[in-house]
């Protein structure tokens, strides 16, 4: 799926496509792919299915151009579409076997943990949570006890931990175990986990793929066509956790200001956790780009172009101080998720609720493509009124 260019990610997502000549996405040469709202396909007179459809629980056409942009950004073999991150990441649990052995991160996304500590045991699962952001961490658990997948989020939210994935790789083949990334906050302009050595990357494309805070959708891609990934494709089908072909076509129009929207949240963000790490209300701030920050030098060997738009700061004032500036934002919305044009800031010990490694005096903020002046001025404002 993946096709070979010499074009830059920048003008791939510009045009929506990496098959510059569209006959294959786009027979009536319309510039933009149609939305095929098919549910069903015709059979061959000679009771054939040629085109390789039959019915849109499993494909559907209009799922071709993002995935093959995906597929191709990532430098990957292939890549699907699903209804939700959370379908995406689901899936590769899923597909593995009752009775299996998964390794994950203490700091990672945590309605994924809470699935993993849930369904996931329910399922059968052995889940073990360990913080794959130390050095040498993941190596020690594999060799105390193999795993069949090891899962990482790099960086991982909401305290922006940066896990080694090329030397978790390698741990990863000398102990036969499978490598899956979430790559949501690297985004595929960032980091590449597939030519690092993961045998999975995985998006909430719902952030920054689609960027505008309008579209619910996932995407996972793979660095070979293995009997594995079959399974995950097989899985999407029968389950039918595929999105709807105008969220598709919604999430490919996202897409192609991709390169714009993530410098713009990358250069802000490097700048506001300079900018605060200054103030006076401020106790810390957790960034990968500040060169105080734990995982400052891997994040610089594996992270490209930028350091990503997510932050989070802690308050000299604590919860409640947290909690107020929150309220006091004009500018900055106050709301869960990430990854979009416009800045949110949450309070993430409220919605993680009990056990959460998250301090409370965190505030998370998704930093948007506002003027960065204004940004800042409008958190000044809110710490001290
Ligand atoms: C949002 C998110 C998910 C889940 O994705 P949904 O599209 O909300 O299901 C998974 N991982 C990370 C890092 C996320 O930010």
């Given at each position: 799926?993946t ?17 510059l000549q ?14 095929y ?13 040629r085109?390789?459809r ?5 494909d ?17 073999a292939?890549a699907?579409?699903?209804s ?8 590769v649990f ?5 009775g ?17 500590r ?11 949570f ?5 050095d040498g961490?993941v ?17 991982g ?5 940066v ?18 990334v ?10 590449r986990p ?21 579209v619910i ?6 660095t ?26 919604q ?10 929207r993530?410098?713009?949240?990358c ?11 200054e ?6 701030v957790l ?5 105080s920050?734990a995982?400052?030098e ?7 172009n930028?350091?990503?738009?997510m ?7 604590g919860?409640?101080q947290?909690i ?14 990430l ?6 800031i ?22 948007g ?12 404002q809110?710490?001290?009124?």
């Amino acid at each position: 799926m993946t096709q070979k260019t010499h074009f830059a990610p920048q003008s791939l997502l510009a045009q929506g496509s990496p098959c510059l000549q569209q006959h294959d996405i786009n027979e009536k040469q319309s510039l933009i792919p149609p939305v095929y709202n098919s549910t069903t396909y015709l059979r061959d007179e000679d009771n054939q299915y040629r085109s390789g459809r039959v019915y849109s629980r499993a494909d559907n056409p209009t799922y071709k151009a993002p995935e093959t942009l995906i597929a191709t950004l990532e430098e990957a073999a292939d890549a699907r579409i699903f209804s939700s991150g959370m379908a995406a990441a689901t899936a590769v649990f899923l597909a593995l076997k009752p009775g299996d052995h998964v390794i994950a991160p203490t700091i990672m996304y945590w309605a994924l943990r809470n699935w993993l500590r849930t369904f996931g045991q329910d399922f059968g699962l052995h889940v073990r949570f360990i913080d794959t952001h130390v050095d040498g961490a993941v190596e020690a658990a594999l060799a105390e006890h193999p795993a069949r997948l090891v899962w990482l989020e790099t960086p991982g939210n909401p305290l922006w931990t940066v896990s080694d994935i090329a030397a978790i790789a390698q741990s990863c083949k000398k102990h036969d175990a499978l490598l899956a990334v979430d790559s949501t906050v690297a985004t595929p302009l960032l980091t590449r986990p597939l030519s690092l050595g993961a045998d999975l990357v995985m998006h909430s494309a719902t952030k920054y793929l689609n960027g505008h805070s309008d579209v619910i959708s996932g995407a996972l891609a793979t660095t070979e066509d293995s009997a594995f990934w079959q399974r995950i494709v097989a899985l999407r089908a029968q389950n039918g956790c595929v999105p709807g072909p105008d969220d598709a076509a919604q999430l490919l129009r996202g897409m192609r200001t991709l390169h714009l929207r993530v410098r713009e949240s990358c250069e802000s963000a490097l700048w506001l956790a300079e900018q605060l790490q200054e103030n006076p209300h401020v106790a810390e701030v957790l960034y990968p780009g500040l060169p105080s920050f734990a995982g400052h030098e891997i994040a610089k060997r594996q992270m490209h172009n930028g350091f990503g738009g997510m932050l989070s700061i802690r308050l000299k004032g604590g919860a409640e101080q947290a909690i107020k500036t929150a309220a006091r934002t004009r500018l900055w919305k106050r709301a869960t998720s990430l990854g979009g044009v416009e800045s949110l800031i949450e309070h993430r010990a409220s919605i993680e609720g009990e056990g959460t490694p998250v301090p409370d005096d965190l505030l998370r903020l998704s930093v948007g493509i506002e003027y960065r002046e204004d940004l800042l001025r409008d958190l000044e404002q809110a710490f001290q009124s």
